[in-house]
């Protein structure tokens, strides 16, 4: 779990090295829309990931679920990137590794910040139409129709391919991976692997067009309350408690018939 993993004080950074290899909730659903369009219009399906060397397991989760590639991007250099910075290295890392594909799923967001950001934003350094919170998908020619449902409104919209798609938690429930296909995944698949020279990044040219985010301060937010426990015939207990609090529950009742009476007017 992210909130289980420990901060970097000086980068203001979660220390994802640290981390149990394990794929992001929500890009489990955009894997099984991938394999669910491959068995009925046919594709070729390549899983990329950026973070440390632990997050190979991730691709391999994605091989043992049906994808036919994985690709990790892996360098020191690149630690530490914000929404900004990821976007424009994952483009990179799709214009240099499957250059013409044909249609992009991510997940909606991810585990550790929900921003939403790294799908549109990515769209945007492809310069390719999207659309957030796909719950269902079809091809016909070099059309896709996107369903969804935003607002409490259903939409469905139409974009020419190549498009970029971040697919919706509530539809494309993840299939689990066979025994044969880990079995695969970790004993014969190679995955690529793309530092920052691969993608041509530079030193120079991460510290002047890299992570727009600032972190001034990061702590950890002690908890205010306490445990009390009264104990005795409950007679005596509900005495005690209300000896204790009655006046604080007064004070909360009271506010909440005030907000009442507010709204009504």
């Known amino acids: 779990m992210v909130t289980e993993l420990p901060w970097d004080e000086e980068t203001g950074t979660l ?6 290899g394990m794929m992001n909730p929500a890009c489990k659903h955009a894997m099984e829309a991938a394999l669910q369009l491959r068995e009925k219009y046919g594709a070729s399906i390549t ?16 091989l043992a679920m049906g994808a036919d590639r994985a690709v990790l991007i892996c360098d020191a250099l690149l630690a530490g990137s914000d929404t900004y910075a990821t976007s424009s290295i994952l483009a990179r890392a799709i214009q240099k590794e499957i250059p013409g594909c044909d249609l992009i799923l991510c997940g909606a967001y991810t585990s ?10 990515l769209a945007e350094e492809l310069q390719v139409p999207s659309a957030a919170y796909a719950e269902h ?11 969804r449902l935003v607002d409490n409104f259903r939409e469905t919209l139409e974009m020419e391919c190549p498009a970029l798609i971040t697919v919706s938690m509530e539809r494309y429930d993840p299939r689990y991976a ?9 004993a014969q698949t190679e995955i690529s692997v793309l530092n920052a020279e691969a993608l041509g990044i530079t030193a120079a040219e991460r510290e002047a067009y890299g992570s ?3 972190v001034r301060r990061v702590f950890v937010r002690s908890a205010q309350k306490r445990n009390v426990v009264i104990t005795g015939a409950a007679a005596n207990a509900a005495a005690e ?10 004070a909360v009742i009271g ?6 009476k507010q709204a009504q007017t």
């Open 137 to 147: 998908l079809e091809i016909s020619g070099r059309t896709l129709r996107v369903r």
């Open 212 to 214: 727009r985010t600032r």
């Open 241 to 250: 408690f209300l000896d204790k609090y009655q006046r604080k529950i007064s």
């Open 47 to 62: 899983a990329i990931t950026m973070g440390p060397p632990a997050a190979e397991e991730v691709l391999r989760e994605a």
């Open 112 to 121: 550790d910040s929900e921003t939403a950001q790294v799908g549109p934003q």
């Open 15 to 20: 220390r994802r090295d640290l981390a149990a």
């Open 255 to 260: 506010k909440s018939i005030e907000t009442k």
């Open 178 to 186: 066979s025994f044969a296909g880990l079995n695969d995944a970790f």
